[in-house]
């Protein structure tokens, strides 16, 4: 490359945000940025103060790539760690799979991969001090610029990733005053030696390497073009194919490159100093026609046309853009809420860095992998992990994070709906705990017959026949379908499969309830946005699909009671075949409502409104621990609580209340604090209570996993959420004694709890919901039903809080409670829904229309009508919205 190009002066270096004058790199005149628009008329929000309170601050390097640095446009991303003389990167995408459910080559554990594209080492070697010494040195993570700057040993870089296209930018400013090249190589993720006959000197001299696995190949290929460096990868078995590239050009010095070695590829910049920038691009593709090699060139060449300045602007103004849509402050005498804001804030940015692309990140893992293909728990995906990132999202008002969810679990819509028919016998659409990205396979119609009679309980399990064995032996035992398999281990040069024990079933194998949650989130995002189109579109075929479901599962039968029983079903994972579960009479519950709700707006489906009634108002009661068929203790004499479900049971955990990752009481609407159902909220804060028979405090631990705070606040219990949201998010008590640090909390906030190579924020998307509902909540009284805005239902009078949240409803909501008030409630109406409003005031409220005085409200449900884009403020009497203008962060 010429050196002279003028895109790497000193004055587009330092525009990208390096000033090597600075003991840290910052971004460049913050003071004369321009301040985005605060979404709160009453909130003056510096929102650089306000994000930079999450960000990323090392002092010297990390003992594990683990603790590495996460960096990410949504689509790729790495993980940005150091060696003394080399900044390191594994790329990885969200588009990239090994495999999908048709797989017939990965059927041990753990041992199916996706994501990862190539390794990225930049060396800084010379005769001279290693750039990042041991000692240490300054890197920090700028949350509000979405950028990473390091200020090493007479070197200064900043990395970023261009959310325009999928580049990554490494700006490098060599201060070292010993000029010394410096080398990027690309290289291959796997590597073997194996027999491929006449194949082996074509791939020897188009520098290929393939592995094999059964009847699935990894062909690796490493390419020179132009005085660029690129790395592909070609994934197939059967019909399967899935492709990968990327591609590295290095600008601003003479660089020459060339193949090292089999596995690796590298282009080396001569000595010089001053300031140059490297672009990693990478493309990913299921179309076996498309060229992704290519489409990496492409995207180094818009990113050439634009220069490192632009690059840098352009990614800082998206982020800055992002920031404004809501936010969170908190602050209390101790820390703590601040604690609790700081790692809200940094949640929002690791899901803007991984979730934008045409698949959801894997919960293990997500695209922050640096040990190859090793991920624990594989490539499938299981809705209760998954449900931690998403959850969350909605009142954060960033619904195009949860885009590639709904996007994954609508493209398995047709075969999900062959899996029901052919799993289940039944209608409507049937989606697995856990899957792969594209689903079931479609099974030979003798097999699911079999396996319908076998799974139903039709024919007994000592009858299943040698071809359903033989078929199983190749099958994945992580996936729903499959997970009567325990393991399967070779022995004298056969595979060996070992059962579960208990047939047909496994943690996963009988959860129905999955489908209704997937289904009920699409409905969630209507309630938020009102956007009919989205419900016509998007969430009415799964609603109704998921109704259908339960409706004609052959298991379901009405009782001589004139109710209906839903027999041989898990709860959650830890209870298999039981009667009348809570997970499915909940999940009942909510969908049935929601679709017949769903039905009435659209106008749609009119005959089948009665039908689903009858079905609704029909169902088994939930399961309490007062009911002789209740699964419990055989010694229980505690107080009446939800239990799991009732009897016969295949196999009982033991215990009796929920499971507290799961609680779908509670993610049904079931139980909240605008609860019509008394009773049913009664009995939810007795469960709650015994989840804490010896009490809470400051040391009572919450797993990685657990809706236990969600539970807390919506039933506003605000003494709870005080320690059990800033508790789950410090992990205290590890949960993995086979990963890194036990599982604990690492220096980037995220958790090794699944495993090793499986990285996760799952608890951070869990606390964030917790916290969202403690600070606003806009639940209908029961499902299907309009919503109620109810503010600071749970939040503990000893923290400060002012924010700006979405509401059910279609509401943004902005409010504040100083020393243990609420000062006011702000509302812009997004699509001029009549609003319902807890009254946070003791006496009368005085409503205020677009900044002008309008009515007085009164009593403890406030009502009034609203016009699309209305500004609304409501207050105590006696009081005005301007008595509550604040600068926030304030000082």
Not at 440 to 454: F, G, N, Q
Not at 566 to 592: C, F, K, P, Q
Not at 743 to 756: D, H, I, K, S, W
Request: glycine share 6%; net charge neutral.
């Amino acid at each position: 490359m010429n050196s002279t190009d003028t895109r790497h002066s000193r004055r587009a270096f330092l525009a990208t945000g390096l000033a090597a004058s600075t003991a840290v790199a910052k971004p460049a005149s913050p003071a004369e940025e321009e301040n985005p628009a605060s979404p709160s008329s009453l909130s003056d929000v510096n929102f650089r103060q306000l994000i930079s309170r999450a960000d990323l601050i090392y002092d010297k390097p990390v003992p594990r790539s683990e603790e590495g640095i996460p960096i990410g446009n949504g689509r790729m991303g790495s993980l940005v760690w150091t060696t003394p003389t080399q900044l390191r990167f594994q790329i990885n995408r969200v588009d990239v799979y090994a495999n999908n459910s048709a797989t017939n080559s990965f059927f041990e554990r753990h041992n199916d991969y996706c994501g990862g594209c190539g390794y990225v080492d930049i060396d800084f070697a010379g005769s001279g001090d290693d750039p990042f010494p041991e000692a240490g040195f300054a890197q920090h993570l700028s949350v509000y610029d979405g950028a990473l700057t390091i200020d090493a040993r007479n070197l200064a870089a900043r990395v970023l990733a261009w959310p325009a296209e999928d580049v990554m930018m490494v700006a490098v400013d060599d201060r070292r005053p010993s000029p010394a090249p410096v080398s990027v190589t690309l290289r291959m993720l796997r590597y073997e030696t194996k027999y491929f006959g006449q194949q082996l000197e074509t791939f020897v001299r188009d520098h290929v390497v393939t592995v094999q696995n059964r009847n699935h190949t990894a062909a690796s290929q490493l390419t020179i073009r132009g005085g660029r460096i690129a790395l592909t990868q070609e994934f197939r078995e059967g019909d399967f194919c899935c492709k990968s590239a990327v591609a590295i050009a290095l600008a601003g010095r003479q660089a020459k490159p060339r193949f090292l070695n089999e596995t690796a590829v590298a282009i080396t910049a001569a000595p010089s100093t001053g300031p140059f920038s490297i672009r990693i691009a990478s493309a990913a593709s299921f179309d076996p026609q498309e060229d992704v090699l290519a489409a990496a060139f492409r995207q180094l060449d818009a990113a050439e046309a634009r220069g490192p300045a632009a690059l840098a602007q352009e990614s800082q103004e998206w982020w800055h853009a992002f920031w404004p849509r809501a936010f969170v402050h908190l602050h209390s005498q101790d820390g703590v809420a601040d604690f609790v804001e700081q790692n809200y804030h940094y949640f929002l940015y690791v899901m803007a860095s991984s979730s934008r692309g045409k698949l959801p990140p894997k919960f293990n893992g997500m695209i922050w992998n640096t040990g190859g293909d090793l991920r624990t728990w594989g490539a499938q995906h299981w809705f209760a992990n998954l449900s931690c990132y998403y959850e969350a999202i909605p009142a954060s008002n960033r619904f195009e994070l949860m885009d590639p969810m709904f996007d994954m679990y609508s493209g398995m819509y047709n075969a999900c709906s062959v899996a029901a028919r052919q799993q289940w016998g039944s209608e409507g659409m049937y989606i697995p705990e856990t899957t792969y990205f594209d689903g079931l396979e479609r099974l030979p119609e003798e097999i699911a017959s079999e396996m319908r009679d076998l799974y139903l309980l039709r024919k007994p399990w000592e009858q299943r026949s040698p071809r359903f064995m033989e078929f199983a032996q190749t099958k994945h035992p992580h996936s729903s379908r499959w997970n009567w398999i325990q393991n399967a281990a070779w022995e004298k040069g056969r595979l060996k499969i070992t059962e579960r024990g208990s047939g047909p079933y496994g943690a996963v194998t009988h959860i129905f309830g999955s489908t209704a949650k997937i289904a009920y989130l699409y409905w969630r995002r209507y309630e938020f946005t009102l956007d009919r189109e989205w419900l016509r579109s998007r969430a009415y075929p799964m609603l109704r699909a998921a109704a259908e479901f339960y409706r004609h599962h052959p298991n379901l039968q009405k009782g001589a009671d004139g109710k209906y029983h839903l027999h041989w079903a898990n709860s959650n994972e830890s209870i298999y075949g039981a009667r009348d579960t809570d997970e499915d009479l909940s999940a009942m519950r909510g969908v049935v409502a929601a679709v017949l709700r769903a039905s009435e707006i659209l106008n749609s489906d009119a005959p089948m409104r009665p039908v689903w009634r009858e079905f609704l108002d029909n169902l088994a009661p939930l399961p309490l621990s007062d009911d002789p068929e209740a699964l419990r203790p055989a010694d229980y004499s505690g107080p009446r609580v939800f239990a799991r479900g009732r009897k016969p049971v295949v196999k009982s955990g033991g215990g009796i209340l929920p499971d507290g990752n799961s609680l779908p009481m509670w993610f049904f609407d079931l139980c909240n604090v605008e609860s019509r159902d008394r009773q049913t909220l009664d009995i939810a804060n007795t469960t709650f209570t015994q989840f804490f028979r010896n009490g809470l405090t400051p040391q009572t631990p919450v797993s990685v996993l657990s809706k236990i705070p969600i539970a807390a606040a919506s039933l506003g219990r605000a003494e709870a959420v005080r320690y059990l949201i800033p508790n789950q998010i410090r992990a205290l008590a590890p949960e993995r004694a086979t990963a890194y640090r036990n599982g604990g909390v690492l220096a980037n906030r995220m958790t090794l709890r699944e495993g090793p190579q499986a990285l996760d924020a799952q608890r951070l998307g869990r606390a964030a919901e917790g916290l969202h509902l403690a600070l606003l909540q806009s639940n209908p009284p029961a499902p299907g039903e309009d919503p109620i805005l109810h503010v600071f239902p749970a939040w503990p009078k000893e923290w400060d809080a002012r924010y700006t949240l979405l509401g059910r409803g279609a509401f943004l909501v902005s409010s504040s409670m100083r020393n243990g008030r609420v000062e006011f409630v702000e509302l812009e109406s997004q699509q001029g829904a009549e609003c319902r409003l807890r009254n946070p005031f003791e006496g009368d409220a005085c409503l205020y229309r677009d900044g002008k005085k309008a009515e007085t409200l009164q009593g403890s449900l406030l009502r009034f009508p609203t016009r699309r884009g209305e500004a609304l403020v409501v207050v105590a009497v006696n009081t005005a919205p301007e008595d509550f203008r604040r600068a926030v962060p304030e000082g």
